[in-house]
């Protein structure tokens, strides 16, 4: 570019009170971390976590003074910018600052993130290892594993049989709900009177009224159901209120025109309910349904309150036992390694969604 294209050019940005800003956060975090991390390994007493507490503390220190690099080049470069503003070295300055800007923004993230990381695990060190002792006994662990597993699988299935349900109920009454019409009046506040009170209780309500207010009727066939089909039945009472509702967005996201020709061709509600809406609604709606059903999993470990043998009552009595409540950590991390995966799938299809709805 010749002079006075240069001069058209908007100068470099500011970067140097951004940069200064890096440093002096990472060696404020460095230096939290050496004293805060120093004073926890001086108080604890056991031997395997002060060794955690040495290696964590090092460890810490050695991001900390990485971080402190990158600042450090940040500084250097927001001063290189400057130099190069002075000469009227604009293109060169700005890239310059751009590069000072992006490294200060890097840095306050790995700080906040090293120092979030770095006190969490402190905390666990904290007070000579007592949350440690608490949670996390390994020992406890690994002996209630086997049993907490195999309790575990009761969960699976108590949610695999509720979610078809579910699916069946609330596909069930969300076209009940929209059934046009005076004749479709009665199912329509029928509908809308089921799918307003079942979304108002909670569900450990409603599963003590099943599990426990079933049983005492005296209903022949009912006196003999077992409490895994009690929670079956009251987590299918509840959650199918929510689908229902998650399924009559996606019926009414369809545009009215497609209503509209179905019906000019001589179908009837059902056939344009069943062979034009619904298929495309429910390819709408199956991020909102897996959502709801990875909510329903979680919400099986509630079944313990009419005593059915799940994962969580079978850690508690481990926990009862030891006076300890490393088994219910077991519970918790089982949840976590079914539930993540499903909650990232539910993730990838809302966005392949999206970039289909971009792409037209």
Same mark, same amino acid.
């Given at each position: 570019?010749?002079?006075?294209?240069?001069? &058209?050019?908007?100068?470099?940005p500011?970067?140097?009170?951004?940069?200064?800003?890096?440093? !002096?956060?990472?060696?404020?975090?460095?230096?939290?971390?050496?004293?805060?991390?120093?004073?926890?390994r001086?108080?604890?007493s056991?031997?395997?976590?002060?060794g955690?507490?040495?290696v $964590?503390?090092?460890?810490?220190?050695?991001?900390?003074?990485? !971080?402190?690099?990158?600042?450090?080049r940040?500084?250097?470069?927001?001063?290189?910018?400057?130099?190069?503003?002075?000469r009227?070295?604009?293109?060169?300055?700005?890239?310059?600052?751009?590069?000072a800007?992006? /490294?200060?923004?890097?840095?306050?993230?790995?700080?906040?993130?090293?120092?979030?990381?770095?006190?969490?695990?402190?905390m666990?060190?904290?007070?000579?290892? +007592?949350?440690?002792?608490?949670?996390?006994? *390994?020992?406890?662990? @690994?002996?209630?594993?086997?049993?907490?597993?195999?309790?575990?699988?009761?969960?699976?299935?108590?949610?695999?049989?509720?979610?078809?349900?579910?699916?069946?109920?609330?596909?069930?009454?969300?076209?009940?709900?929209?059934?046009?019409? +005076?004749?479709?009046?009665?199912?329509?506040?029928?509908?809308?009177?089921?799918?307003?009170?079942?979304?108002a209780?909670?569900?450990?309500i409603?599963?003590?009224?099943?599990?426990?207010?079933?049983?005492? @009727?005296?209903?022949?066939?009912?006196? +003999?159901?077992?409490?895994? *089909?009690?929670?079956?039945?009251?987590? $299918?009472?509840?959650?199918?209120?929510?689908?229902?509702?998650?399924?009559?967005?996606?019926?009414?996201?369809?545009?009215?025109?497609? *209503?509209?020709?179905?019906?000019?061709?001589?179908?009837?509600?059902?056939? @344009?309910?069943?062979?034009?809406?619904?298929?495309?609604?429910?390819?709408?709606?199956?991020?909102?349904?897996?959502?709801?059903?990875?909510?329903?999993?979680?919400?099986?470990?509630?079944? /313990?309150?009419?005593? @059915?043998?799940?994962?969580?009552?079978?850690?508690?009595?481990?926990?009862?036992a030891?006076?300890?409540?490393?088994?219910?950590?077991?519970?918790?991390?089982?949840?976590?390694?079914?539930?993540?995966?499903?909650?990232?799938?539910?993730?990838?299809?809302?966005?392949?969604?999206l970039? &289909?709805? &971009?792409?037209?």
């Amino acid at each position: 570019m010749s002079g006075p294209d240069l001069q &058209k050019l908007s100068p470099a940005p500011p970067s140097f009170g951004l940069a200064v800003a890096a440093l !002096t956060t990472a060696a404020a975090g460095l230096l939290g971390i050496g004293v805060f991390g120093s004073a926890v390994r001086a108080g604890v007493s056991d031997p395997g976590l002060h060794g955690l507490a040495t290696v $964590t503390l090092y460890a810490a220190i050695a991001a900390g003074a990485v !971080t402190l690099w990158l600042a450090a080049r940040a500084l250097v470069m927001a001063l290189q910018s400057r130099i190069e503003t002075s000469r009227s070295d604009v293109l060169a300055a700005r890239a310059s600052a751009a590069r000072a800007r992006s /490294n200060g923004l890097i840095v306050f993230g790995l700080t906040l993130a090293l120092m979030i990381g770095f006190f969490l695990v402190q905390m666990i060190l904290f007070n000579d290892g +007592k949350i440690q002792k608490t949670f996390l006994r *390994w020992d406890l662990m @690994t002996a209630s594993a086997a049993d907490v597993a195999k309790a575990f699988l009761v969960n699976i299935k108590l949610a695999l049989i509720a979610q078809v349900l579910v699916m069946v109920a609330g596909l069930f009454l969300a076209v009940a709900r929209l059934t046009p019409g +005076k004749a479709g009046a009665p199912v329509r506040m029928l509908a809308i009177a089921y799918i307003d009170l079942f979304r108002a209780l909670p569900a450990i309500i409603v599963l003590y009224l099943i599990g426990f207010g079933l049983p005492l @009727t005296g209903l022949p066939l009912i006196s +003999k159901v077992s409490s895994q *089909w009690f929670a079956i039945i009251a987590l $299918t009472l509840t959650y199918s209120a929510y689908v229902a509702e998650i399924y009559r967005s996606g019926i009414d996201s369809i545009h009215p025109s497609q *209503w509209s020709a179905s019906r000019s061709l001589g179908f009837s509600f059902t056939q @344009t309910v069943r062979w034009f809406i619904l298929p495309q609604a429910i390819r709408i709606v199956i991020p909102p349904l897996l959502g709801a059903f990875i909510a329903l999993q979680k919400d099986t470990s509630l079944v /313990n309150v009419i005593g @059915t043998m799940d994962a969580f009552n079978q850690a508690k009595f481990y926990a009862s036992a030891n006076f300890n409540l490393s088994s219910v950590l077991v519970v918790a991390i089982l949840f976590v390694i079914i539930t993540i995966p499903q909650t990232r799938f539910v993730d990838w299809m809302l966005e392949r969604g999206l970039e &289909k709805r &971009k792409r037209g």
